[in-house]
């Protein structure tokens, strides 16, 4: 486990008899207090997808929400050791199957919606997919971006890869465009065109997925093609 930003935290599992997993899913983390009560969430993994093996180890990511009944303890709690109850993978739709569709592929995330498009993208790397995949990733400020590092140094190096960072609320000293929400303008210059056929992966708060969807489809993107998870209300 090792932290992504102030108030988010990767943690790794390591989950015998792993049934294996897709790019893009899911685990439940079942936490049971003393008196009996539990409280389910759901988080993506980050990892890339995985063959079945007898012993496996996969990774997702955690941000802390400080009303959270969850997110506080795994990621303020749990150290190297702990036992979580987990179930998974699960999810089908918001999935990446490069042997089914190699690519064209658009990721578009808010916050710490990146951490599923991020298992995307490192299985684009793993299995040397021919088709493009581009990641647009929407943020507040720097520090807040989880997995920062791996995303700009795979931009430099894996092949067929690019990232486009907006920046809502504060961007870098130098950077090229001044913070401020995704618009149709900004998202159809750093995305895939609809005449490339992309299917089209969305993930993040309710309300950023909700327009960016709509966006999308307004570019000229089938809605069919446009795969959506979002979290909050």
């Given at each position: 486990m090792h932290p992504e930003t102030p108030?988010?935290?990767?943690?790794?599992l390591r989950v015998p008899r792993w049934p294996g997993n897709l790019a893009g899913q899911h685990v439940d983390v079942r936490l049971t207090a003393p008196d009996?009560?539990?409280?389910v969430r759901s988080y993506s993994l980050s990892s890339p997808a995985l063959p079945a093996a007898d012993e496996a180890v996969v990774e997702f990511g955690v941000?802390?929400?400080?009303?959270?009944?969850?997110?506080p303890f795994l990621v303020e709690e749990v150290r190297p050791g702990d036992v979580?109850?987990?179930t998974g993978p699960l999810g089908g739709w918001f999935t990446?199957?490069?042997?089914a569709d190699a690519g064209p592929v658009q990721l578009v995330g808010g916050g710490s919606g990146v951490v599923p498009l991020l298992s995307i993208v490192r299985t684009h790397g793993e299995t040397g997919a021919d088709g493009p995949v581009r990641?647009?990733?929407?943020?507040r400020v720097p520090a807040a971006l989880m997995h920062r590092a791996e995303l700009e140094r795979r931009a430099r190096e894996q092949p067929g890869f690019s990232l486009d960072l907006v920046w809502t609320r504060e961007a870098p000293p130098g950077d090229a465009h001044p913070p401020g929400r995704l618009d149709a303008a900004r998202l159809a210059a750093a995305t895939l065109p609809a005449a490339d056929r992309p299917t089209c992966y969305v993930c993040g708060p309710t309300g950023f997925v909700e327009v960016?969807?709509?966006?999308?489809?307004?570019?000229?993107h089938p809605a069919e093609r446009v795969r959506t998870e979002r979290f909050g209300g």
């Open positions: 108030t988010a935290r990767t943690l790794a009996g009560y539990q409280a941000e802390r929400l400080d009303d959270g009944e969850v997110s979580l109850e987990v990446w199957d490069p042997a990641l647009l990733q929407s943020t960016v969807a709509d966006l999308l489809v307004a570019a000229g």
